[in-house]
């Protein structure tokens, strides 16, 4: 693992690219890219995209301590919703329902992530809510794992780009600014403005067409039909393979391209860059955290856990032996036995020396109840999948008559815990619903009645207070 090389990887298709980028000094510059296909591999059915990137990095000798996954435009749809909320928070937790209600799809086999566009005029938050079906994204995420590639975030071409694009050229002070550029497969187009951040974005596959004009005219369209809120004044084009001055001549807008580190970037090394440079603050935006967070850091909390258990383990035993090999005088089996443990305790405490034992058995101490508390903060919250359970358990237990409460299934994610079942009469259903209300650490967000012959039945969406 090397510090200061960060590793984007942009799947589209049957085809991963993947670029290695310099982050010192603030700037990212390409060391490296290569890709592997999918394609031609008929002979040998048992190769993967992920493994061909292992073997690739491999054989390249690339090392890096962050790796970040760009999820190419054939492989999500984007929805244009309004959420009802102006809370982040409560935006994610409703999301997936909004774009059930407006497109009409069903959310339960999707992963989804968003990004906010302001405030919208009735009232709520614009947002751009980008899907993927969930179980091809675990098949591919436990496909790159399996090949020790575990990408940190999830998210899509389209916002890997403009990010790039954006970090390039100056936040407009008054105005908007449009971004466009083109990998080999997909153009991408994004308006920032000086209100509002990012305003707009799409993704397009651009097929046999890959001219100017065509970019060109997809611009002038993209403009006329979502009417920033303030108007574009130029035209940042990202990538070598577009000439501004085409663009500008065809748009009317004064066009020009982007300065970057290495002028020679094409587009597709656009959302390679923006990849690289994902972080845990682009949680909203991160398809992987709806379905399969990031472990990584609990990971190695469990495994020096588990070594240091061991190792106390180990000095506990040594401590009986000592005294028995102390009675018989076996001095040369003490020796052994103390550079064993030495050895033991230099790899669990990462490198530090073992002074004497009795020091050794209290340094240990501290650090596996320094660990507990780590562990505890991470786990021990309301929001928690267990305490979550017990709290509905709590409301249906304090019903005064609990048989006049039938649950059909219970759904629980990460966020949002989902009651579905029937009551004998809609009066039973507003109690049940009063509990709910009642409750001090759980609070309705949706809920649907509806009465089936002589049962009522209802689907309720239960969040945690704040």
């Known amino acids: 693992m090397e510090h200061g090389k960060h590793l984007g990887i942009f799947i589209s298709g049957e085809t991963a690219y993947a670029g290695l980028f310099s982050a010192k000094a603030g700037q990212k510059k390409l060391l490296q890219s290569f890709s592997v296909s999918l394609a031609g591999q008929e002979e040998d059915s048992s190769k993967s995209l992920g493994r061909l990137l292992a073997e690739k990095i491999s054989e390249l000798e690339i090392s890096y301590d962050y790796v970040g996954l760009a999820l190419g435009s054939g492989k999500f749809v984007q929805h244009y919703v309004t959420s009802g909320f102006t809370d982040r928070r409560r935006i994610a937790r409703t999301i997936k329902y909004d774009v059930e209600d407006e497109v009409g799809v069903d959310v339960s086999t999707l992963t989804a992530s968003f990004i906010t566009h302001g405030e919208a005029p009735t009232g709520g938050t614009n947002c751009t809510v980008f899907t993927s079906k969930k179980a091809e994204l675990i098949s591919l995420l436990k496909d790159l794992q399996k090949n020790k590639i575990d990408p940190e975030v999830i998210q899509p071409d389209s916002i890997c780009f403009l990010r790039a694009a954006a970090g390039q050229i100056e936040t407009p002070k008054q105005g908007s600014v449009l971004l466009a550029g083109r990998s080999e497969s997909y153009g991408y187009i994004g308006i920032i403005s000086a209100s509002r951040g990012i305003e707009y974005i799409r993704s397009f596959k651009t097929g046999s067409s890959r001219s100017d004009s065509d970019i060109a005219r997809r611009i002038a369209a993209t403009i006329a039909a979502c009417s920033p809120a303030e108007p574009v004044e130029k035209i940042c084009i990202a990538g070598s393979n577009i000439n501004p001055y085409s663009i500008q001549s065809i748009s009317g807008i004064d066009a020009e391209k982007i300065e970057a580190p290495d002028e020679h970037l094409s587009g597709f090394e656009y959302v390679l860059m923006g990849a690289s440079m994902m972080s845990r603050e682009d949680a909203q935006s991160d398809l992987r955290i709806d379905f399969m967070p990031y472990q990584g850091r609990k990971r190695i909390i469990r495994t020096s856990l588990s070594a240091l258990y061991l190792a106390a383990a180990v000095i506990v035993a040594v401590f009986a032996w000592k005294a028995t090999l102390h009675a018989n005088h076996l001095s040369q089996w003490e020796n052994q036995v103390y550079e064993k443990v030495a050895e033991e305790y230099s790899v669990a405490m990462k490198g530090r020396d073992m002074d004497n034992l009795g020091k050794a058995e209290l340094s240990m101490e501290s650090e596996i109840n320094r660990l507990r508390r780590i562990k505890a903060g991470e786990t021990a919250d309301v929001e928690s ?82």
């Open 385 to 466: 999948v267990p305490t979550r359970l017990q709290f509905a358990l709590e409301i249906l237990n304090s019903m005064p008559n609990k048989e006049s409460v039938k649950l059909d299934s219970v759904s629980i994610t990460s966020r949002a815990l989902r009651l579905d079942g029937s009551t004998s009469s809609r009066r039973d259903t507003q109690n049940f619903l009063k509990k709910i209300d009642s409750h001090e650490n759980l609070q309705r967000s949706q809920e649907s009645l509806k009465q089936v012959g002589s049962e009522d039945s209802f689907t309720v969406s239960l969040n945690t207070r704040k």
